[in-house]
């Protein structure tokens, strides 16, 4: 049995140093107790397309489920786009739907936005639908610009002190399920 957890972090922002991208960042030089990868490759899978046969799913999704299936937690953190989940984000979910990856899968998840509200509930309602595990780990950041800075340091000890809490929750839960 393996001592190190391996989280899957995913931003739901495809900009490279967009807040969420930040806030793994800091999340994983917080905790390095784990192995912490980052998955970049949101931009690289194709449209779902719910018909697709077995033999013809694409490679960067079968790596895509792979990198889930490996993981023993996964992390989001992501923005709310137009009151909504972000395309590439729920596209990436949606190449899960007839897959069990998501099974009783420890998931942390942080809308971290303006707002959030409405993507953060979209979120949860997808990913109680694909089995997730989210008990107690999620965690809605609203106004999250004045919350970090551009170099990825908090600006509100709150915040901070709340993703540090959830994240430690996460892990114990990750130590629960094993």
Not at 66 to 84: K, L, N, W
């Amino acid at each position: 049995m393996k001592d190190r957890k391996t989280i899957l972090a995913i931003s739901g922002s495809i900009r490279e140093g967009s807040s969420n991208e930040l806030i793994i960042k800091s999340i994983a030089q917080q905790f390095p107790s784990a192995d912490w990868k980052v998955y970049k490759g949101l931009s690289e899978l194709p449209y779902f397309m719910p018909a697709t046969a077995e033999d013809k799913i694409p490679d960067a999704v079968r790596e895509w489920i792979r990198t889930i299936e490996a993981a023993d937690g996964v992390v989001i953190c992501t923005p709310e786009y137009v009151f909504s989940v972000p395309g590439v984000l729920k596209n990436a979910l949606e190449w899960t739907v007839a897959t069990t990856v998501f099974s009783e899968k420890p998931v942390a998840l942080i809308t971290a936005s303006s707002l959030g509200e409405k993507g953060h509930e979209s979120l949860l309602l997808i990913l109680r639908t694909l089995g997730a595990n989210i008990t107690n780990t999620e965690l809605l950041v609203s106004g999250v610009r004045a919350r970090i800075d551009i170099k990825g340091n908090f600006t509100d000890s709150n915040t901070e002190k709340a993703i540090a809490h959830l994240i430690n929750r996460f892990l114990q839960q990750i130590e629960s399920t094993r």
